[in-house]
T-cell receptor, first 111, second 116 residues
Framework: GQQLNQSPQSMFIQEGEDVSMNCTSSSIFNTWLWYKQDPGEGPVLLIA?????ELTSNGRLTAQFGITRKDSFLNISASIPSDVGIYFCAGHPGSQGNLIFGKGTKLSVKP | DTGVSQDPRHKITKRGQNVTFRCDPISEHNRLYWYRQTLGQGPEFLTY????????KSRLLSDRFSAERPKGSFSTLEIQRTEQGDSAMYLC??????????????FGQGTRLTVV
Protein backbone atom coordinates (compact mmCIF):
# COMPACT_ATOMS: atom_id res chain seq x y z
CA GLY A 1 0.00 0.00 0.00
CA GLN A 2 0.92 3.63 -0.18
CA GLN A 3 3.20 4.86 2.56
CA LEU A 4 4.60 8.19 3.65
CA ASN A 5 8.10 8.41 5.06
CA GLN A 6 8.41 11.31 7.43
CA SER A 7 11.71 12.53 8.84
CA PRO A 8 13.18 13.17 11.22
CA GLN A 9 11.32 11.10 13.81
CA SER A 10 12.17 13.61 16.51
CA MET A 11 13.96 16.92 16.95
CA PHE A 12 15.33 18.70 20.00
CA ILE A 13 16.01 22.35 19.30
CA GLN A 14 16.67 25.60 21.12
CA GLU A 15 14.03 28.28 21.21
CA GLY A 16 14.56 30.67 18.32
CA GLU A 17 16.01 28.09 15.95
CA ASP A 18 14.49 27.21 12.62
CA VAL A 19 13.08 23.74 12.01
CA SER A 20 12.73 21.71 8.86
CA MET A 21 10.98 18.39 8.36
CA ASN A 22 9.94 16.50 5.27
CA CYS A 23 7.77 13.78 3.91
CA THR A 24 8.29 11.51 0.92
CA SER A 25 6.07 9.06 -0.85
CA SER A 26 6.58 6.21 -3.27
CA SER A 27 3.59 7.38 -5.28
CA ILE A 28 2.04 10.63 -6.46
CA PHE A 29 -0.27 12.63 -4.24
CA ASN A 30 -2.73 15.31 -5.32
CA THR A 31 -2.87 17.06 -1.96
CA TRP A 32 -0.43 17.45 0.90
CA LEU A 33 -1.56 18.52 4.34
CA TRP A 34 0.45 19.29 7.45
CA TYR A 35 -1.06 18.80 10.90
CA LYS A 36 0.09 19.43 14.47
CA GLN A 37 -1.11 17.23 17.30
CA ASP A 38 -0.83 17.93 21.01
CA PRO A 39 -1.01 15.04 23.53
CA GLY A 40 -4.54 13.71 23.95
CA GLU A 41 -5.95 15.94 21.22
CA GLY A 42 -6.88 15.53 17.59
CA PRO A 43 -4.64 16.78 14.76
CA VAL A 44 -5.02 20.44 13.87
CA LEU A 45 -4.62 21.46 10.24
CA LEU A 46 -1.71 23.85 9.69
CA ILE A 47 -1.22 24.11 5.94
CA ALA A 48 -2.83 22.57 2.86
CA UNK A 49 -1.06 22.29 -0.51
CA UNK A 50 -2.81 21.51 -3.76
CA UNK A 51 -0.43 22.14 -6.66
CA UNK A 52 3.01 20.80 -7.49
CA UNK A 53 5.61 23.43 -6.66
CA GLU A 54 3.20 25.41 -4.48
CA LEU A 55 4.79 27.25 -1.56
CA THR A 56 2.41 28.34 1.19
CA SER A 57 2.97 30.18 4.45
CA ASN A 58 0.96 30.38 7.63
CA GLY A 59 2.67 32.76 10.03
CA ARG A 60 6.06 31.28 10.93
CA LEU A 61 5.23 28.08 9.03
CA THR A 62 6.09 27.50 5.39
CA ALA A 63 5.35 24.36 3.42
CA GLN A 64 6.01 23.30 -0.15
CA PHE A 65 4.47 20.72 -2.45
CA GLY A 66 7.31 19.01 -4.30
CA ILE A 67 7.49 19.29 -8.06
CA THR A 68 7.46 15.51 -8.46
CA ARG A 69 4.30 15.40 -6.30
CA LYS A 70 5.98 12.75 -4.18
CA ASP A 71 7.31 14.95 -1.40
CA SER A 72 6.65 17.95 0.79
CA PHE A 73 8.50 19.86 3.47
CA LEU A 74 7.49 22.01 6.40
CA ASN A 75 9.67 24.76 7.86
CA ILE A 76 9.10 26.54 11.15
CA SER A 77 11.05 29.72 11.67
CA ALA A 78 12.10 31.18 15.02
CA SER A 79 10.64 28.33 17.09
CA ILE A 80 8.87 29.06 20.38
CA PRO A 81 7.94 26.71 23.25
CA SER A 82 4.34 26.35 22.07
CA ASP A 83 5.59 24.78 18.84
CA VAL A 84 6.18 21.61 20.85
CA GLY A 85 4.11 18.72 19.57
CA ILE A 86 3.96 16.07 16.88
CA TYR A 87 3.80 17.21 13.29
CA PHE A 88 2.19 14.92 10.73
CA CYS A 89 2.23 15.09 6.98
CA ALA A 90 -0.74 13.61 5.17
CA GLY A 91 -1.35 12.97 1.52
CA HIS A 92 -4.44 12.51 -0.56
CA PRO A 93 -3.90 10.17 -3.49
CA GLY A 94 -6.90 11.65 -5.27
CA SER A 95 -8.58 8.43 -6.22
CA GLN A 96 -9.81 7.69 -2.72
CA GLY A 97 -11.56 9.56 0.07
CA ASN A 98 -9.02 8.91 2.78
CA LEU A 99 -5.79 10.61 3.82
CA ILE A 100 -2.58 8.68 4.30
CA PHE A 101 -0.47 9.89 7.23
CA GLY A 102 3.22 9.78 8.03
CA LYS A 103 4.38 8.59 11.43
CA GLY A 104 5.06 12.08 12.66
CA THR A 105 7.96 14.27 13.74
CA LYS A 106 8.08 14.96 17.46
CA LEU A 107 9.37 18.46 18.14
CA SER A 108 10.81 19.50 21.48
CA VAL A 109 11.84 23.09 22.10
CA LYS A 110 14.18 24.13 24.90
CA PRO A 111 13.44 27.59 26.25
CA ASP B 1 -18.68 27.20 14.11
CA THR B 2 -18.17 24.56 16.76
CA GLY B 3 -15.80 22.29 14.83
CA VAL B 4 -15.93 18.50 14.80
CA SER B 5 -17.30 17.16 18.08
CA GLN B 6 -16.70 13.66 19.43
CA ASP B 7 -18.30 11.95 22.38
CA PRO B 8 -17.18 10.56 24.73
CA ARG B 9 -13.63 11.87 25.05
CA HIS B 10 -12.57 8.85 27.06
CA LYS B 11 -13.99 5.36 27.39
CA ILE B 12 -12.75 2.49 29.53
CA THR B 13 -14.43 -0.83 28.90
CA LYS B 14 -13.97 -4.45 29.80
CA ARG B 15 -12.89 -6.88 27.12
CA GLY B 16 -15.87 -8.36 25.38
CA GLN B 17 -18.15 -5.39 25.90
CA ASN B 18 -19.62 -3.31 23.07
CA VAL B 19 -18.87 0.40 22.76
CA THR B 20 -20.30 3.15 20.59
CA PHE B 21 -18.77 6.50 19.76
CA ARG B 22 -20.45 9.51 18.25
CA CYS B 23 -19.14 12.16 15.87
CA ASP B 24 -20.83 15.42 14.92
CA PRO B 25 -19.10 16.94 11.88
CA ILE B 26 -18.82 20.61 11.01
CA SER B 27 -22.21 21.70 9.69
CA GLU B 28 -22.50 21.56 5.90
CA HIS B 29 -19.58 19.14 5.66
CA ASN B 30 -20.93 16.24 3.67
CA ARG B 31 -17.86 14.03 4.01
CA LEU B 32 -17.01 12.26 7.24
CA TYR B 33 -14.08 10.02 8.08
CA TRP B 34 -13.13 7.71 10.93
CA TYR B 35 -9.48 7.09 11.76
CA ARG B 36 -7.72 5.10 14.45
CA GLN B 37 -4.45 6.17 16.04
CA THR B 38 -2.21 4.09 18.26
CA LEU B 39 0.70 5.39 20.29
CA GLY B 40 3.60 6.58 18.19
CA GLN B 41 1.75 6.24 14.91
CA GLY B 42 -0.11 8.51 12.57
CA PRO B 43 -3.86 8.18 12.14
CA GLU B 44 -4.94 5.18 10.07
CA PHE B 45 -8.02 5.34 7.90
CA LEU B 46 -11.01 3.21 8.88
CA THR B 47 -13.98 4.37 6.84
CA TYR B 48 -15.46 7.26 4.87
CA UNK B 49 -18.98 8.58 4.31
CA UNK B 50 -20.26 10.97 1.72
CA UNK B 51 -23.60 12.12 3.04
CA UNK B 52 -25.24 8.92 4.33
CA UNK B 53 -23.39 6.58 1.96
CA UNK B 54 -20.44 4.62 3.28
CA UNK B 55 -18.08 4.76 0.29
CA UNK B 56 -14.89 3.21 1.59
CA LYS B 57 -13.87 0.77 4.28
CA SER B 58 -10.33 -0.09 5.27
CA ARG B 59 -9.14 -3.64 5.83
CA LEU B 60 -8.56 -2.46 9.41
CA LEU B 61 -12.33 -2.35 9.85
CA SER B 62 -12.99 -5.90 10.98
CA ASP B 63 -16.44 -7.47 11.21
CA ARG B 64 -16.65 -6.31 14.82
CA PHE B 65 -16.63 -2.69 13.68
CA SER B 66 -19.62 -0.96 12.17
CA ALA B 67 -20.14 2.67 11.29
CA GLU B 68 -23.32 4.48 10.37
CA ARG B 69 -24.37 7.93 9.27
CA PRO B 70 -28.12 7.49 8.93
CA LYS B 71 -29.17 11.02 8.02
CA GLY B 72 -25.95 12.29 6.58
CA SER B 73 -25.21 14.37 9.65
CA PHE B 74 -23.74 12.73 12.77
CA SER B 75 -22.05 9.34 12.65
CA THR B 76 -21.57 6.48 15.08
CA LEU B 77 -18.80 3.93 15.27
CA GLU B 78 -19.59 0.74 17.16
CA ILE B 79 -17.09 -1.88 18.24
CA GLN B 80 -18.55 -5.20 19.30
CA ARG B 81 -16.84 -7.72 21.59
CA THR B 82 -13.95 -5.35 22.26
CA GLU B 83 -10.42 -6.72 22.45
CA GLN B 84 -7.37 -5.24 24.11
CA GLY B 85 -5.94 -4.53 20.66
CA ASP B 86 -8.81 -2.14 20.05
CA SER B 87 -7.33 0.27 22.59
CA ALA B 88 -6.52 3.41 20.63
CA MET B 89 -7.59 6.96 19.92
CA TYR B 90 -10.54 7.02 17.51
CA LEU B 91 -10.61 10.19 15.46
CA CYS B 92 -13.37 11.63 13.36
CA UNK B 93 -12.81 14.19 10.62
CA UNK B 94 -15.03 16.03 8.19
CA UNK B 95 -14.55 17.82 4.87
CA UNK B 96 -16.70 20.24 2.89
CA UNK B 97 -18.27 19.24 -0.44
CA UNK B 98 -15.60 18.59 -3.02
CA UNK B 99 -15.70 21.17 -5.78
CA UNK B 100 -12.12 20.70 -6.86
CA UNK B 101 -9.43 18.33 -5.69
CA UNK B 102 -9.17 20.36 -2.50
CA UNK B 103 -9.74 18.05 0.41
CA UNK B 104 -9.04 19.66 3.74
CA UNK B 105 -10.03 17.37 6.59
CA UNK B 106 -10.75 18.82 10.01
CA PHE B 107 -10.41 16.53 12.99
CA GLY B 108 -12.26 16.26 16.26
CA GLN B 109 -10.52 15.83 19.60
CA GLY B 110 -10.89 12.06 19.46
CA THR B 111 -12.23 9.36 21.74
CA ARG B 112 -9.58 7.53 23.75
CA LEU B 113 -10.63 3.89 24.17
CA THR B 114 -9.00 1.68 26.77
CA VAL B 115 -9.97 -1.99 26.85
CA VAL B 116 -9.07 -3.72 30.10
Amino acid sequence: GQQLNQSPQSMFIQEGEDVSMNCTSSSIFNTWLWYKQDPGEGPVLLIALYKAGELTSNGRLTAQFGITRKDSFLNISASIPSDVGIYFCAGHPGSQGNLIFGKGTKLSVKP
Amino acid sequence: DTGVSQDPRHKITKRGQNVTFRCDPISEHNRLYWYRQTLGQGPEFLTYFQNEAQLEKSRLLSDRFSAERPKGSFSTLEIQRTEQGDSAMYLCASSPPRRTLNTEAFFGQGTRLTVV
